[in-house]
């Protein structure tokens, strides 16, 4: 069975420096890693994935996440955080080798980039 | 390209109502899918058409929650009767052909 945690409710920031969203996985097959972000009354938005090839992923919005396998997480992060990105991070991961699964969420984690 | 959308955005209603939710996928996304997020806790699969057809609906919580994909395209989601504990944020999300669920803005449910 597949699982994510997300071991911090609440991050908080200062604008400016770098921020940091971990996520952990366990899954049986080949993980499939997603990041989420949504933002007040707003629906859930794709940030980023992992499915092969390099480690290091880029997305939307300045976001980056690494995919470390050995130590089975895919930790959210991004250089300089601004006010805007204050929101709630979800992180999701489902087994690549079925097509069509669902995701497996993590409980999500609020992010405050305090000004 | 329009984006998943649901309808209503807010629904309240009394305890033994009955709701239906919609959800209009991206235009040509046979995979769509059900979520919920109850009380601020984890996001669960409720069920995964492929287009018309049920593909896993492992994730229904029971007996009261009726979901169609008529024609493979919107679907409609029913609760009935509705419970308290049924209270929460119903997602909706599709895909077609790559491993990226795009996400509707979600049906808040209120049951009082």
């Known amino acids: 069975a597949q699982s994510v945690a997300q071991p911090e409710d609440q991050v908080n920031v200062a604008e400016g420096n770098p921020l940091t969203v971990k996520c952990t996985y366990s899954v049986s097959g080949n993980p499939y890693l997603f990041w989420y972000v949504q933002y007040p009354n707003r629906g859930l938005q794709f940030l980023l994935k992992y499915i092969t090839g390099d480690n290091l992923v880029k997305g939307s919005y300045g976001f980056e996440a690494e995919f470390n396998k050995s130590q089975t997480s895919f930790h959210l992060k991004k250089p300089s955080a601004l006010v805007s990105d204050s929101a709630l991070y979800f992180c999701?991961?489902?087994?690549?080798?079925?097509?069509?699964?669902?995701?497996?969420f993590g409980p999500g984690t609020r992010l405050s980039v305090l000004p | 390209e329009a984006g998943v959308t649901q309808f209503p955005s807010h629904s309240v209603i009394e305890k033994g109502q009955t709701v239906t939710l919609r959800c209009d996928p991206i235009s040509g996304h046979d995979n769509l899918y059900w979520y919920r997020r109850v009380m601020g806790k984890e996001i669960k699969f409720l069920l995964h058409f492929v287009k018309e057809s049920k593909q896993d609906e492992s994730g229904m919580p029971n007996n009261r929650f009726l979901a169609e994909r008529t024609g493979g395209t919107y679907s409609t989601l029913k609760v009935q009767p509705a419970e308290l504990e049924d209270s929460g944020v119903y997602f909706c999300?599709?895909?077609?052909?790559?491993?990226?669920?795009?996400f509707g803005p979600g049906t808040r449910l209120t049951v009082l």
């Open positions: 999300a599709s895909s077609q052909g790559t491993d990226t669920q795009y």
């Open positions: 999701a991961v489902r087994d690549g080798a079925n097509y069509g699964q669902n995701f497996v």
